[in-house]
């Protein structure tokens, strides 16, 4: 248990170092995986969708 | 297609025209500058309005500011290149101090003012702001190597908020 601890901590140390940018990709990436989910429970808002943005 | 810089860039323009005093990304995605990336759908960012003569805070100023730019306003946000952003005004002494104290870190040759984790923290935490998601934030965010712990606790006593 403590050993999956650790890891977990290693894990979101390891995202935090990420660099700015690479972070706000990660950011959009989430929000293409996520916001499908969130329509099922849902309507989406107007303003909820993936940012058509290059990081 | 935009670009998040260009985003952040209309920003610094927002406060270099005069049309906001200053400003600070605040929420979740000000948190992402601090630590992990977390899922967020938009860009929140706490704002000093220029002095107004009516009682009510108007956002008159930033909604022209936008229509100018040709950037459409969706609900209670302006789509600024091509990300959803949602200007809020300070809204008491916290937030006041949340902005005078951001940091203007460096994104991709842009500069940013970005709220301080212990501010971010103060906020998630106020009570009128205060949700199960705020406070595992705020909880997440007070293990991050960037907060301050002494300046967190100084700041939660001075402002009365429990953590």
């Known amino acids: 248990m403590e050993r999956l601890h650790r890891s977990k901590m290693a894990l979101h140390a390891s995202r935090a170092r990420m660099p700015l940018r690479q972070k706000v990709a990660a950011v959009i990436e989430l929000q293409r995986v996520y916001l499908p989910l969130l329509e099922r429970h849902r309507p989406l808002l107007p303003w909820e969708h993936p940012w058509s943005v290059e990081p | 297609m935009n670009s998040f810089i260009d985003a952040l860039r209309a920003l ?43 009682p009510i805070t108007s956002l008159e100023g930033i909604y022209s500011w936008a229509a100018a730019h040709g950037y459409p306003v969706e609900s209670e946000h302006v789509l600024v290149e091509g990300v959803p952003v949602q200007f809020l005004p300070s ?58 712990q002494q300046a967190l606790r100084a700041l939660l006593e001075r402002f009365k908020v429990s953590s």
């Open chain 2, 12 to 54: 610094g323009e927002l406060k270099g025209t005069g049309v906001v005093e200053d400003y600070a990304v605040a929420g979740a995605m000000a948190l992402v500058f601090w630590t992990e990336p977390i899922p967020t759908y938009d860009l929140d960012v706490l704002v000093f309005l220029p002095e107004q003569e009516r």
């Open chain 2, 91 to 148: 809204h008491n002494e916290l937030a006041d101090e949340a902005i005078e104290t951001a940091q203007t870190l460096d994104y991709e040759g842009v500069p940013v003012r970005v709220v301080r984790p212990e501010y971010l923290i103060a906020l998630y935490l106020e009570p009128a702001a205060r949700t199960m998601k705020r406070r595992e934030r705020a909880a997440a965010l007070a293990e991050a190597p960037a907060t301050n």
